[in-house]
């Protein structure tokens, strides 16, 4: 028996060319697999569900505007979920100023807010820390939060593990 026939079929079976284009499409829905559904943990039989706690300073009102409740937050360096914000607290930014007799009192700079950014995801609990895309999330650590309209630094202020 000859591996590939008069006919171009495979052991008298399949068409080589038919199947390459099985091959191709079978890789090419696996790579749309990887890359916009495997990237999000909740589909990781490992993940443990973690909600993340992070404080943004110092943004002007269209960095406001563009950080919704509901929206997607991405790992700015792989592109895989971090989470979803669950909720958004707006409040001024405050400096200290000399309040002209010696004491420092906190102003609010016109322009400028704080936000409080709550977001629930999946991450991998190893021990001792906890990894959610390629950070490893502690209290203190830096977070950028990136979505469809908006990216900023934030620093983690808490993590909490299940819900």
């Not at 499409?25 to 909600?51: K, S």
């Not at 009102?61 to 958004?88: C, F, L, N, S, W």
């Not at 007799?101 to 991450?123: H, K, S, T």
Request: net charge negative; no cysteine; glycine share 8%.
């Amino acid at each position: 028996m000859k591996i590939l026939d008069d006919r171009g079929r495979l052991f008298g079976l399949v068409n080589v060319i038919d199947l390459l284009v099985l091959l191709l499409v079978v890789a090419a829905a696996y790579t749309l697999f990887t890359r916009f559904v495997a990237d999000d943990m909740r589909y990781d039989p490992g993940a443990v569900p973690v909600t993340i706690t992070t404080h943004v300073s110092e943004v002007r009102q269209p960095t406001v505007d563009a950080m919704k409740v509901g929206d997607t937050v991405y790992d700015h360096v792989t592109g895989q979920v971090i989470g979803e914000i669950v909720q958004k607290e707006v409040e001024p930014y405050r400096e200290p100023v000399d309040a002209g007799d010696g004491r420092l009192i906190l102003a609010e700079v016109p322009e400028r807010y704080n936000i409080n950014v709550v977001l629930e995801g999946y991450g991998h609990d190893l021990g001792r820390t906890i990894r959610v895309a390629s950070y490893e999330v502690r209290v203190g650590s830096s977070l950028t939060l990136q979505g469809r309209e908006f990216s900023v630094a934030s620093t983690v202020f808490k993590v909490e593990v299940g819900r």
